[in-house]
């Protein structure tokens, strides 16, 4: 029996898993193996020539992460989703699905720095390149196609800046131009969906709220299943071309009876076969428990943050607040136009005193746990110049938004009087 709804509050229990049909269990069982058994030689053949799918070996798909998958799937109104080890795995995944040695995407600059790095350094080493343009004029990115670009990518809620990125109007340029918008979306599950709003493809770090609970690394890409491959069939040879790494299949022909699938099945059965980084069937299981009370959760989270925001701009000792609300113009119509529910955890400051306020201030917090983490249901906190954002040159910090006195506060579900408590006698000590 499958249960047919929109509200995610339903989805995170119920999407893509009823009962386990070997024993009836309510909980998805961990399943801890790498290989599966046969039926026959026609069962192992049909399974390696995708004619039939099922489970072949671990590295590639497993019954654990297929329930994460296709629950995960259900929330974002994507076709069909991809666990992999990291968000750092998904992001790479996400981009080398379509881009070969010679052809170049388009990013934002506002970006996790891992993220940053990635791009700047490792993909452009492998003969990847990256175009950053400042997403504050969307024309930037029209701009900077060419025939070579394969995708836009961005983040939904980028931190520090936590400037909503305008993903409609994005989406709409990639449209035109056939060029594919990948969201990550790891700081804004539940309050947006970025498959609505024109985006094709959309990846988590579910290390965060996903998790939720600060013990799992993994993440998880989602195929919107609304992007024409076909119809741009020089911009996506991964795609559209023989691959002869898989007797010659073309994708987007081999899977058309399961749906429009191309995107993801090749990042499955190449990406995943090749370059390996699966998510382990433990650390799903932790996200199918995280993904439960997501919707809970992040309405706690954002409620809370809401808070702090307001807390924080009425504070003597600082400088300057960074939060969605506080945000006007442009800036917060774009968050009232792609959010639905809160606008997010995450919430920025400057503090009067520079570097060393701002090292006063997180030394001397007691309740905040001082990591390099979002997302956990713990408050957190962090001076990215120095840790997150380190390895960054100081002119891609700044076009980052990581000023030297930035302090980063992942804001927990704690209850709302202990965190402004601890805020409150830390700020005191700065
Ligand atoms: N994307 C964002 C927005 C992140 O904050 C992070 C990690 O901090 C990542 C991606 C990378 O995720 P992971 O640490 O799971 O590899």
């Known amino acids: 029996m499958t249960v047919e709804t929109n509200h995610p509050e339903t989805l ?29 030689t026609e069962h192992a053949e049909n399974l390696f020539a995708l004619k039939e799918l099922g489970n072949i070996y671990t590295r590639i798909m497993n019954p654990t992460c297929d329930v994460l998958e296709k629950r995960v799937a259900a929330l974002e109104g994507g076709v069909a989703a991809l666990a992999v080890g990291s968000g750092q795995a998904a992001t790479t995944f996400a981009v080398l699905n379509l881009c070969k040695a010679g052809d170049n995407f388009v990013s934002s600059t506002d970006l996790y720095g891992g993220t940053w790095n990635l791009f700047s350094n490792t993909l452009r080493d492998i003969g990847v390149e990256v175009r950053f343009v400042d997403p504050t004029d969307p024309e930037n990115f029209r701009r900077a196609t060419d025939d070579r670009t394969r995708c836009y990518y961005a983040e ?20 035109e ?14 309050i947006c ?3 609505d709003h024109g985006a094709a493809i959309v990846m988590y770090s579910t290390t965060k709220y996903i998790g939720g609970h600060g013990t799992s690394i993994g993440g998880l890409i989602v195929d919107g299943g609304n992007f024409d491959w076909e119809a741009h069939r020089e911009r996506f040879p991964t795609l559209n071309e023989p691959d002869p790494s898989y007797h010659g299949a073309v994708w987007t022909e081999a899977v058309k009876p399961l749906g429009p699938i191309a995107y993801i099945i090749r990042a499955r059965v190449i990406l995943l076969r090749d370059l390996g980084s699966p998510m382990s ?113 100081p002119e891609e910090q700044l076009a980052s938004g990581v000023s030297d006195s930035y302090v980063r506060l992942s804001v927990g579900i704690e209850h709302i009087d202990d965190i402004l408590g601890d805020l409150r006698q830390a700020l005191d000590a700065a």
């Not at 898993?17 to 024993?23: K, L, N, P, Q």
């Not at 980028?158 to 400037?163: A, D, F, G, I, Q």
């Not at 131009?177 to 539940?190: Q, S, Y």
């Open 177 to 190: 131009l056939g060029v594919p918008l990948i969201m990550d979306n790891t700081a804004c599950p539940i």
């Open 281 to 393: 069937p433990f650390n799903a299981f932790q996200f199918i428990q995280g993904l439960e009370t997501l919707p809970l959760r992040m309405r706690a989270h954002c409620e809370n943050a809401q808070k702090v925001a307001e807390f924080l701009t009425n504070h003597p000792k600082v400088t300057h607040v960074i939060y969605p609300t506080l945000q006007d113009g442009e800036f917060r119509r774009r968050a009232d136009a792609h959010f639905k529910g809160g606008y997010g955890a995450l919430v920025g400051f400057e503090l009067e005193g520079g570097r060393e306020a701002g090292g006063r201030f997180i030394n001397a917090l007691q309740l905040f746990y001082h990591v390099a983490n979002i997302g956990d249901a713990r408050s957190l906190a962090i001076h990215p110049a120095t840790t997150t954002h380190s390895q960054l040159s």
């Open 12 to 40: 995170v229990l119920h999407a893509g898993f009823r009962r386990d049909e070997a024993t009836n269990a309510v909980a998805v069982p961990i399943y801890q193996t790498t290989s599966y058994q046969f039926d026959s």
């Open 156 to 175: 939904t809620l980028p931190n520090p800046k936590l400037n909503v990125f305008p993903i409609r109007e994005v989406a709409d340029i990639g449209r």
């Open 193 to 195: 969906r970025p498959l």
